[in-house]
């Protein structure tokens, strides 16, 4: 079955606790993305991958990282959580022909994320 | 910190209404605009998409209008029902670039 999977799906943490939310797809796609979703903010981009080695900050990149070294994988990982990251995370996946061209993006579940 | 103009924010209809929601981009050379659908505990889900070349396009009950001179388009749900009760969210490019930015999302409710 094609599908973005997401780990863990939920996850309570303190200040200052590293964290890694795992983000993987199955469908050899190029773009992924992560976004955070906060109520009456919509869904804001953290960071997107154009492809493997090949990364880029979003609207809200502060506080995070990323890493692609593999097509299918984008941890995103959060080296001293705050209570400002308490919120929604979705991965989303798509693939990309050339740079004017996109196409639908499939989403994870969300990662839902409580810092203390 | 620019967004996509997304409207109405929320939204409430009776069973069998008309549903309107409009999108404004500024990137016109983008070519792909698509309105995605979110039930809760859910991530969202593509809808219905348009390409540029056509001024609308329907799936089902789903009608996606374009506007390029208005630099707008809009999802219209006809006959609405409860089931169609989800968030619904725009995604287009801003400013220069070619990345989808989405829309704050608007909180549909349809009454029974």
């Known amino acids: 079955e094609a599908q973005v999977t997401q780990n863990p799906r939920y996850l309570i943490t303190v200040t200052g606790k590293k964290l890694t939310v795992t983000c993987s797809q199955n469908?050899?796609?190029?773009?992924m993305s992560w976004y955070r979703q906060d109520p009456g903010l919509g869904l804001r981009q953290i960071y997107y991958?154009?492809?493997?080695?090949?990364?880029d900050k979003g609207d809200v990149p502060e506080g995070y990282k990323v890493s692609r070294k593999e097509k299918r994988n984008f941890p995103l990982i959060l080296e001293s959580p705050s209570p400002n990251q308490t919120s929604l995370y979705f991965c989303?996946?798509?693939?990309?022909?050339?740079?004017?061209?996109?196409?639908?993006?499939?989403f994870g579940p969300g990662t839902r994320l409580t810092v203390l | 910190q620019q967004q996509v103009k997304q409207s109405p924010q929320s939204l409430i209809v009776q069973k069998g209404g008309i549903s309107i929601i409009n999108c404004a981009y500024e990137?016109?050379?983008?070519?792909?605009f698509p309105w995605y659908q979110q039930f809760p505990g859910k991530g969202p889900a593509l809808l219905i998409a348009?390409?540029?070349?056509?001024s609308e396009k329907k799936e089902g009950r789903f009608t996606i209008s374009f506007n390029k001179s208005a630099k707008q388009f809009s999802l219209h749900i006809m006959d609405s029902q409860p089931g169609d009760s989800a968030t619904y969210f725009c995604?287009?490019?801003?400013?220069?670039?070619?990345?989808?930015?989405f829309g704050r999302g608007t909180s549909l409710i349809v009454h029974p």
């Open positions: 995604a287009a490019p801003i400013g220069g670039s070619y990345i989808p930015t």
């Open positions: 991958s154009m492809n493997v080695e090949v990364t």
């Open positions: 469908m050899n796609h190029e773009y």
């Open positions: 990137n016109t050379a983008f070519d792909y």
């Open positions: 348009i390409r540029p070349d056509v």
């Open positions: 989303a996946s798509s693939p990309r022909g050339s740079l004017r061209i996109y196409n639908e993006q499939f």
